[in-house]
């Protein structure tokens, strides 16, 4: 079944790829175009006739081989003809279907035509979505059955192979997944896409994660030696609505190893839970585009659609060395890409004055890496604030960044200039200098409550006197 299924795929393919190219006339012998008679259009069939099973079709409760097939035909004619009320029926809005999660979902396989596509839970979103392809004409053929299966008491889950058309894309062939309630004369789902020529998924699930694997890896422009994503909030980069957990600067740091042999890290990836879809989580390096396995069950991860609150995953890939990696993530109707960095240096090694400090606000180093030559800048995230770190080369001269500026003096060789957030009042920016290293900190959020100038004086006596107690001085600045 899996070989004849690839060969139809291969010839619809040819068939599509004819139907779109252009015929242009032959030149009589006198260089004159013929004339050529206006092709008389033929009349819509008014029935949709569909090809014969080449296998039994079970017979389970109300879903007999004539019950089945007249309900898919019915359902196809009226999609194609963008026929709402029917549809309205065919899905059920009216009837009861026992609370089961329903899916309707078209998975494109190009990334230029992820707005033809659709992933809804509501039956109000499919008709809206059909409401929308009627009017560029989109069309599902029929070209072989491939699997009957009864899935209830009366229920029978129809896998077909179809040719999908429409004013706006060419004919392309894909899978489609359509669970009939023959009963009730209900589409309880359907779900359908593109898949590889040898794939015969078994359920609907498994369908949408075929079919998102066969969207093409896209890295994103590079635009310098490593885009890496922006800060999102808390300890998460990216756009939405996937986030990875790698600090506010995207980097993530090797351990202390042997840095040309691979490592495998724990990266902690999160879904907003406003996106219910199904996921196909991929890695990738930026430079040569290979992918990355992500544990024992290969090079991708999929999260399959749910209803309920915010879906989270960790992976686990063997990075096989420093560099500029990218997180794809495909949903049905769109793309993401997150970049991130891995350096070959460890964080205690980057930054040996944080090691084994306590730092107020629960604040805790997430990562660190060279922003130039005599620079760290090193990640903080706690609770309630996340900031930026960064430490270079101490000089001569009082720290001094602007306008609002505080200062008071931490030490005798200590003086700590700060400036307050306009509306929570706690420091917001803060520079220090104590003679070998100049600190920058910037605070990137944080809520109301988040610190205080105590807990600035404390970090700044943690990290520039951690063995001078008797130069310390008072809060007050003494």
Same mark, same amino acid.
């Given at each position: 079944?899996?070989?004849?299924?690839?060969?139809?795929?291969?010839?619809?393919?040819?068939?599509?790829?004819?139907?779109?190219?252009?015929?242009?006339?032959?030149?009589?012998?006198?260089?004159?175009?013929?004339?050529?008679?206006?092709?008389?259009?033929?009349?819509?069939?008014?029935?949709?006739?569909?090809?014969?099973?080449?296998?039994?079709?079970?017979?389970?409760?109300?879903?007999?081989?004539?019950?089945?097939? /007249?309900?898919?035909?019915?359902?196809? &004619?009226?999609?194609?003809?963008?026929?709402?009320?029917?549809?309205?029926?065919?899905?059920?809005?009216?009837?009861?279907?026992?609370?089961?999660?329903?899916?309707?979902?078209?998975?494109?396989?190009?990334?230029?035509?992820?707005?033809?596509?659709?992933?809804?839970?509501?039956?109000?979103?499919?008709?809206?979505?059909?409401?929308?392809?009627?009017?560029?004409?989109?069309?599902?053929?029929?070209?072989?059955?491939?699997?009957?299966?009864?899935?209830?008491?009366?229920?029978?889950?129809?896998?077909?192979?179809?040719?999908?058309? @429409?004013?706006?894309?060419?004919?392309?062939?894909?899978?489609?997944?359509? /669970?009939?309630?023959?009963?009730?004369?209900?589409?309880?789902?359907?779900?359908?896409?593109?898949?590889?020529? /040898?794939?015969?998924?078994?359920?609907?699930?498994?369908?949408?994660?075929?079919?998102?694997? %066969?969207?093409?890896?896209?890295?994103?422009?590079?635009?310098?030696?490593?885009?890496?994503?922006?800060?999102?909030?808390?300890?998460?980069?990216?756009?939405?609505?996937?986030?990875?957990?790698?600090?506010?600067?995207?980097?993530?740091?090797?351990?202390?190893?042997?840095?040309?042999?691979a490592?495998?890290?724990?990266?902690?990836v999160?879904v907003?839970?406003? &996106?219910?879809?199904?996921?196909?989580?991929?890695?990738?390096?930026?430079?040569?585009?290979?992918?990355?396995?992500?544990?024992?069950?290969?090079?991708?991860?999929?999260? @399959?659609?749910?209803?309920?609150?915010?879906?989270?995953?960790t992976?686990?890939?063997?990075?096989? %060395? @420093?560099?500029?990696?990218?997180?794809? @993530? !495909?949903?049905?109707?769109?793309?993401?890409s997150i970049?991130?960095?891995?350096?070959?240096?460890?964080?205690? +090694?980057?930054?040996?004055?944080?090691?084994?400090? +306590?730092?107020?606000?629960?604040?805790?180093?997430?990562?660190?890496?060279?922003?130039?030559?005599?620079?760290?800048?090193v990640?903080?995230?706690?609770?309630?604030?996340?900031?930026?770190?960064?430490?270079?080369?101490?000089?001569?001269?009082?720290?001094?960044?602007?306008?609002?500026?505080?200062?008071?003096?931490?030490a005798?060789?200590? /003086?700590?200039?700060?400036?307050?957030?306009?509306?929570?009042?706690?420091?917001?920016?803060?520079?220090? !200098?104590?003679?070998?290293r100049?600190?920058?900190?910037?605070?990137?959020?944080?809520?109301?409550?988040?610190?205080?100038?105590?807990?600035?004086?404390?970090?700044?006596?943690?990290?520039?006197?951690?063995?001078?107690?008797?130069?310390?001085?008072?809060?007050?600045?003494?």
């Open positions: 079944m899996k070989r004849s299924l690839g060969l139809l795929l291969v010839g619809v393919l040819l068939l599509a790829s004819c139907r779109n190219l252009l015929v242009k006339p032959t030149p009589t012998e006198a260089g004159v175009l013929a004339p050529t008679a206006t092709p008389v259009p033929e009349p819509t069939p008014t029935t949709l006739i569909l090809p014969t099973p080449s296998m039994t079709v079970p017979t389970v409760g109300a879903c007999s081989s004539e019950r089945v097939l /007249e309900l898919y035909r019915s359902f196809l &004619e009226a999609l194609n003809a963008g026929d709402l009320p029917t549809l309205r029926t065919f899905i059920g809005l009216e009837a009861d279907t026992g609370g089961t999660v329903r899916w309707f979902a078209v998975v494109p396989r190009e990334p230029e035509l992820l707005s033809t596509g659709l992933f809804t839970e509501r039956p109000e979103g499919f008709l809206d979505w059909v409401g929308r392809r009627v009017a560029v004409h989109e069309r599902w053929n029929v070209l072989e059955f491939v699997r009957f299966e009864p899935s209830g008491d009366s229920s029978m889950l129809v896998t077909a192979a179809l040719l999908r058309e @429409a004013d706006d894309f060419i004919a392309k062939p894909f899978l489609a997944q359509v /669970e009939f309630d023959c009963r009730a004369g209900v589409v309880r789902s359907l779900v359908a896409g593109a898949v590889g020529a /040898e794939a015969l998924p078994a359920s609907p699930s498994e369908l949408l994660a075929e079919a998102l694997a %066969q969207r093409p890896l896209r890295p994103p422009e590079v635009t310098a030696p490593c885009p890496r994503s922006a800060w999102a909030f808390g300890n998460a980069v990216g756009d939405g609505p996937v986030y990875l957990a790698v600090g506010p600067d995207a980097v993530v740091n090797l351990p202390d190893h042997d840095t040309s042999s490592a495998q890290l724990g990266l902690h999160f907003s839970a406003s &996106e219910r879809g199904p996921i196909l989580l991929r890695l990738f390096t930026l430079a040569d585009e290979v992918l990355v396995p992500l544990g024992p069950g290969g090079t991708a991860v999929f999260l @399959a659609p749910s209803g309920v609150g915010q879906r989270s995953t992976l686990l890939p063997v990075l096989p %060395q @420093a560099g500029c990696y990218v997180l794809q @993530a !495909d949903g049905a109707t769109w793309q993401q970049v991130f960095e891995v350096i070959g240096e460890s964080l205690a +090694t980057l930054a040996p004055q944080l090691a084994d400090v +306590t730092l107020p606000a629960d604040l805790q180093p997430v990562s660190a890496w060279r922003d130039d030559p005599e620079t760290v800048r990640g903080l995230v706690g609770a309630t604030l996340v900031a930026r770190l960064s430490i270079g080369v101490g000089g001569p001269g009082v720290p001094d960044i602007g306008a609002g500026q505080r200062c008071e003096r931490v005798e060789r200590i /003086e700590l200039c700060w400036v307050p957030h306009p509306v929570w009042g706690w420091p917001q920016t803060a520079v220090w !200098d104590d003679g070998m100049r600190y920058q900190l910037v605070v990137l959020a944080g809520n109301r409550d988040a610190w205080n100038v105590d807990d600035l004086q404390t970090v700044v006596r943690r990290l520039s006197l951690p063995e001078e107690p008797q130069n310390l001085l008072r809060s007050g600045g003494e």
